[in-house]
Each structure stands twice: as C-alpha cells, then as structure tokens.
C-alpha cells in the first residue's frame, strides 16, 4: 500500500536526496521501507511533543535487567515508558515481576500523533515506546548504537 501510494527509490539508487515537499520512500533490504514525510510535524509541534516527553512530565521505567546470555545483571543508563490503551509490551530481560513495561494510557497529543502516522503509513500504530537518555550518559554511542537526538 505504501509503495502503491507514494513516489519511490530503491536504497541502491538514492542518492540521500529526498523532496522537502512530496512524501518519498526509499526500499530497504528485506522487504522493509523507510517513509520520509517532509513537514510531518511542525518545529513548534515537535518542541511541544519533547517537553511532553520529559521525565516528570511523564512516568519513565528504568528496571533492572539480566545480559542476553544471562550471566551478569544490570540497570541501563536509559528510562522507557510505554503508551497504550489497548496492548502490553513484554520486557524478557528483566530480573523480577512484572516482566512486563507498566502500560500507560495515550494522552489525546499523542494520540493526535499516532493518528496522523497511522494516516501517513496506512497501517495502525496503537501504541509508542519512549525512551529517555539522560545528557552525557553516553561517552562512546558504539558500533549499535543509533543517535541520541530525541526522546521518541
């Protein structure tokens, strides 16, 4: 559907260019795409939705967790908050009940902001993880990690 509805590239062949104004997608290996949507949100918007983001604004998790290969044990640098009113979301590494993330209920902007993806992507987005990283928590992002610019 999104490929139907949108102009799109191939990965191979673009060349980082995308329009400022008409929505492009760019096919991904695999079979997934990236959905470039210029002027999704406003500067104003996306400010709004940060500081609504902010811990005290909203409730962030921060448990302890056990290693993949469950060996050691740790608490992350990181807080996550879970917004749904319908679905959970399982968290397998953590060391004690509940092994789940406490499921909040969406505010009426965030749920103005899942519906507005919901529209763009043609597909239902009933829930949103966020995460925060407090400043300076990260000296070296590494090789797996993506970058820290936002909290959604």
């Known amino acids: 559907r999104i490929l139907a509805s949108y102009s799109s590239t191939h990965y191979e062949q673009?060349?980082?260019?995308?329009?400022?104004?008409?929505?492009?997608?760019i096919e991904?290996?695999?079979?997934?795409?990236m959905l470039v949507l210029p002027?999704?949100?406003?500067?104003?918007g996306l400010h709004a939705v940060q500081q609504?983001?902010?811990p005290g604004a909203i409730s962030y998790e921060q448990p302890r967790?056990?290693?993949?290969?469950?060996?050691?044990?740790?608490?992350?640098l990181h807080k996550d908050a879970w917004f749904s009113d319908t679905h959970g979301f399982a968290d397998s590494?953590?060391?004690?009940?509940?092994?789940?993330?406490?499921?909040?209920?969406?505010?009426?902007?965030?749920q103005s902001?899942?519906?507005?993806?919901?529209?763009?992507?043609?597909?239902?987005?009933?829930?949103?993880?966020?995460?925060w990283d407090p400043p300076g928590a990260f000296k070296d992002d590494g090789p797996h990690s993506?970058?820290?610019g936002s909290p959604m």
């Open 65 to 76: 967790r056990k290693t993949h290969d469950g060996k050691s044990e740790y608490t992350a």
């Open 93 to 110: 590494q953590r060391l004690s009940p509940p092994f789940a993330f406490r499921q909040q209920r969406v505010p009426s902007w965030m």
């Open 14 to 25: 673009w060349d980082g260019v995308i329009s400022g104004v008409q929505p492009t997608t």
């Open 113 to 131: 902001l899942l519906n507005d993806a919901s529209h763009a992507a043609k597909a239902v987005f009933n829930g949103a993880m966020c995460r």
């Open 28 to 33: 991904l290996p695999w079979g997934s795409i």
């Open 146 to 148: 993506f970058s820290r």
């Open 39 to 44: 002027n999704f949100i406003s500067g104003a």
């Open 52 to 54: 609504a983001l902010l």
